[in-house]
Nanobody, 115 residues
Framework: QVQLVESGGGLVQAGGSLRLSCAAS????????MEWYRQAPGKQRDLVATITPGGSTNYADSVKGRFTISRDNAKNTVYLQMNSLKPEDTAVYYCKATYFRYENWGQGTQVTVSS
């Protein structure tokens, strides 16, 4: 079983930046697709960014050019650098690890962007 712990959320003004971290309980990045999702109140959970074991990345159109997903294999940590934040980025952000049909989720971290 893999445990994921997110951190780095908080309150920021529009135009500001935050960096989210997702720490895994062990080294999993060589075998798992790592993703960041977000869920705003009353809305579905949406995919924000993906990084594959090979290092390929992909982003939702709404965050392209503003968000960057990366990882530090030595620290077993995946990051989401969020720049030029907008009020509509306000949500709980979740980290997910996928290995074939197995999924592990973190507990989420709240990001609030004020206008």
């Amino acid at each position: 079983q893999v445990q994921l712990v997110e951190s780095g959320g908080g309150l920021v003004q529009a135009g500001g930046s935050l960096r989210l971290s997702c720490a895994a309980s062990r080294n999993i990045f060589s075998t798992r697709i790592m993703e960041w999702y977000r869920q705003a109140p009353g809305k579905q959970r949406d995919l924000v960014a993906t990084i594959t074991p090979g290092g390929s990345t992909n982003y939702a159109d709404s965050v392209k050019g503003r968000f960057t997903i990366s990882r530090d294999n030595a620290k077993n940590t995946v990051y989401l650098q969020m720049n030029s934040l907008k009020p509509e980025d306000t949500a709980v952000y979740y980290c997910k690890a996928t290995y074939f049909r197995y999924e592990n989720w973190g507990q989420g971290t709240q990001v609030t962007v004020s206008s």
